[in-house]
Structures are given as C-alpha cells and as structure tokens.
C-alpha cells in the first residue's frame, strides 16, 4: 500500500506495516483531541466533525461501534470508504467526495490527509476524524477517538452507559493490552507476516490469548465484570470477524471461534446490543477484505462460508448484567 509523501500520492510502500516480514502495527500520527469544553481547539458540536471509516477495518470499526452506542449517530456523520482499485489507498467508490468545510471535491482518502495538512508524509488510514470548521484534521487514532466519542459528547447526545468508568480502568487497561498484543495484533501477525517465523509466533500468541479470554469468560458475563466496557468493544471486531475472515483468509486456523462456547456465546451476547447488527454487515467486510486490492491480496473471490448464525440465542444470561 502507498502512502502520502510531502502531501502528493507515493505507490511506494516503505512506510508498510509488514516491511520487514513482521506486521508491527505503526504509531498514528494526528493525535489531537475534541473536548466538551473545547479547550483543545476542537469543541464538541452536532454536525461538526466527519468520521471517515471502512466496514473492511477492524480499526475503524471501533469508531463505528461507538457512534452506535454513544447514540452519535445525528452528530457525527460516517462516511465510508473502500480500498480503490486504482491503488490510491481508500477512495470515495460511490463518487466524488465534497470535504465538508471546503470547496473541494476528492476521490481519495489521502487528499483529505493532504488538505488538513499540507506536505505530510505520512500513512493514510482510517479511521479518520475531520473537523470541518478549521478544516484539519483531529485524530486518525481510534482508540483515542473512541476516548473522545465515550465522554466530550455527553452534553448534547442522549444519555448512555460510560464504556471507561473510572473504578474499571485498571481492569479495562490490563484487558486492552492482552487484546491488543494478543488479538488485535495477533491476526494481523499471522495474516500478514511475510515470514515462517513471525506468521508461527503470532498464531501461537493468538491463540494462547483466545484461550485465556475463553477460561476468563467462563466467569463472568463480560470481560471487565457485568457490565460492557471498552475492553469488550476493542475485542468485538476482531471476534466478529475470526471464522469468516481470519480463519479462512488470515491462516488464524487452529481453532474456529466457534470452538470456544464461552467466546462464541459472548460474540452473539455483544452482536445482539441494540443497534450492532447495523455496523456488523459481514458480507461487505468479506467482499473488500477478499478483494484484489484488499490487505491480503486476494483475488476477489468472496469464500461463502463457514457460516455464522449471529441471531442464534446465547446463554449469557447466566451471568448477572448490570444494566
Ligand atoms: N492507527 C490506526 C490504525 C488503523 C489502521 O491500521 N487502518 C488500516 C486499515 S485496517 C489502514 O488504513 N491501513 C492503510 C495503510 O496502512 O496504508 C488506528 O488504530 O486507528
């Protein structure tokens, strides 16, 4: 994949995660933040701010998750993008894109990165937040996204759980970093190593962290007690994904998810949240994931199963759920 080098398109790919045969997942570069009070610059406002995503990122799905169930979805509008044929990173396929804030219309992801910062260099990833008032952009970091969406908007959304309560955040940290190195991590390592060694050392340490969580949620409902937290949405779009995307096209094949009762039941426990469903359209994540110019190199050829039944009951309600 190519990237923006002095803000003009660059097919080289020396900024790859996978340069040297290992993945290693590379630091975003914008980092800044909205806050309630708008001390950052970036005060929290309807209408204001653009989410770019990709139903193909795992990544970026945890900001779409949490457009959901932040109940954001009048005040920050989505706008998806998919990889482009044309080998300009994520493009606009359905057309020209007009940049809110601006008068310019654009066909690729990277003229964005390029029109809230001039000359960067940099990978061009989503997901991405724009500010459309001082036409930069915020954040192209979805854990701190994420961050932003669970408190800066609280003011002017209707009333939802906290996802990071403060007695939790220990726990939360502990769990996002297991998720994070093993999973989050870990799938990309075996799907995307380019090395016998490094492909075997991720799948070992997928899978021993599958196993753990599997042994942890035989405890209790959720991963940090009997509530939802951020941990467990950090976790779901890697889970959602494992047996029609990583065990087929990623080599994560030692197990299926559907192997582990107390990991698959607690996939359809979070799949069944109101509002999920909307932002789990397995197929389209299939269709780019498995496309020529999809992150495995693939063939366009869309496997048709295994077949996961999302909407079957789960068996979670054994545990107590704080509401
Ligand atoms: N820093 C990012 C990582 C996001 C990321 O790696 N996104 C991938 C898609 S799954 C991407 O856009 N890759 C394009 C590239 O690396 O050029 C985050 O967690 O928000």
Same mark, same amino acid.
């Given at each position: 994949?190519?990237?923006?080098?002095?803000?003009?398109?660059?097919?080289?790919?020396?900024?790859?995660?996978?340069?040297?045969?290992?993945?290693?997942?590379?630091?975003?570069?914008?980092?800044?933040?909205?806050?309630?009070?708008?001390?950052?610059?970036?005060?929290? %406002?309807?209408?204001?701010?653009?989410?770019?995503?990709?139903?193909?990122?795992?990544?970026?799905?945890?900001?779409?998750?949490?457009?959901?169930?932040?109940?954001?979805?009048?005040?920050?509008?989505?706008?998806?993008?998919?990889?482009?044929?044309?080998?300009?990173?994520?493009?606009?396929?359905?057309?020209?894109?007009?940049?809110?804030?601006?008068?310019?219309?654009?066909?690729?992801?990277?003229?964005?990165?390029?029109?809230?910062?001039?000359?960067?260099?940099?990978?061009?990833?989503?997901?991405?937040?724009?500010?459309?008032?001082?036409?930069?952009?915020?954040?192209?970091?979805?854990?701190?996204?994420?961050?932003?969406?669970?408190?800066?908007?609280?003011?002017?959304?209707?009333?939802?759980?906290?996802?990071?309560?403060?007695?939790?955040?220990?726990?939360?940290?502990?769990?996002?970093?297991?998720?994070?190195?093993?999973?989050?991590?870990?799938?990309?390592?075996?799907? /995307?190593?380019?090395?016998?060694?490094?492909?075997? %050392?991720?799948?070992?340490?997928?899978?021993?962290?599958?196993?753990?969580?599997?042994?942890?949620?035989?405890?209790?409902?959720?991963?940090?007690?009997?509530?939802?937290? %951020?941990?467990?949405?950090?976790?779901?779009?890697?889970?959602? /994904?494992?047996?029609?995307?990583?065990?087929?096209?990623?080599?994560?094949?030692?197990?299926?998810? %559907?192997?582990?009762?107390?990991?698959?039941?607690?996939?359809?426990?979070?799949?069944?949240?109101?509002?999920?469903?909307?932002?789990?359209?397995?197929?389209?994540?299939? /269709?780019?994931?498995?496309?020529?110019?999809?992150?495995?190199?693939?063939?366009?050829?869309?496997?048709?199963?295994?077949?996961?039944?999302?909407?079957?009951?789960?068996?979670?309600? /054994?545990?107590?759920?704080?509401?």
């Amino acid at each position: 994949m190519g990237h923006l080098l002095d803000g003009a398109w660059s097919f080289e790919d020396h900024l790859s995660e996978t340069a040297t045969g290992k993945y290693i997942k590379k630091p975003s570069q914008f980092r800044n933040a909205i806050t309630a009070d708008g001390s950052s610059g970036h005060p929290a %406002e309807a209408g204001r701010y653009v989410l770019y995503s990709s139903i193909a990122c795992p990544w970026a799905h945890r900001t779409a998750l949490y457009r959901v169930i932040k109940k954001l979805e009048d005040i920050i509008p989505l706008v998806n993008t998919e990889q482009s044929p044309a080998e300009q990173g994520w493009a606009f396929v359905d057309g020209a894109h007009n940049v809110p804030g601006t008068d310019q219309t654009v066909n690729f992801l990277h003229a964005i990165y390029a029109l809230g910062e001039p000359d960067c260099t940099t990978r061009v990833t989503v997901p991405l937040l724009w500010d459309s008032k001082t036409c930069t952009i915020v954040s192209n970091e979805s854990s701190e996204i994420i961050r932003m969406f669970n408190t800066e908007f609280a003011a002017i959304a209707e009333p939802t759980p906290d996802y990071y309560p403060d007695p939790l955040r220990d726990q939360i940290e502990v769990m996002n970093k297991k998720i994070l190195d093993g999973i989050n991590n870990g799938v990309n390592g075996s799907g /995307r190593s380019k090395t016998q060694d490094a492909y075997e %050392e991720s799948i070992e340490l997928l899978f021993t962290t599958l196993d753990e969580m599997e042994d942890h949620l035989s405890q209790q409902r959720y991963l940090c007690g009997d509530t939802q937290t %951020e941990a467990d949405w950090r976790l779901y779009p890697n889970l959602i /994904r494992f047996d029609p995307i990583y065990y087929v096209g990623y080599k994560c094949n030692l197990r299926h998810l %559907e192997d582990y009762p107390n990991l698959s039941n607690y996939l359809r426990d979070l799949y069944q949240t109101p509002g999920i469903e909307s932002v789990s359209d397995i197929y389209s994540m299939k /269709r780019q994931v498995f496309s020529a110019n999809g992150p495995i190199g693939a063939n366009g050829v869309v496997p048709l199963g295994p077949v996961v039944d999302l909407t079957r009951p789960h068996d979670r309600d /054994r545990f107590a759920h704080a509401a």
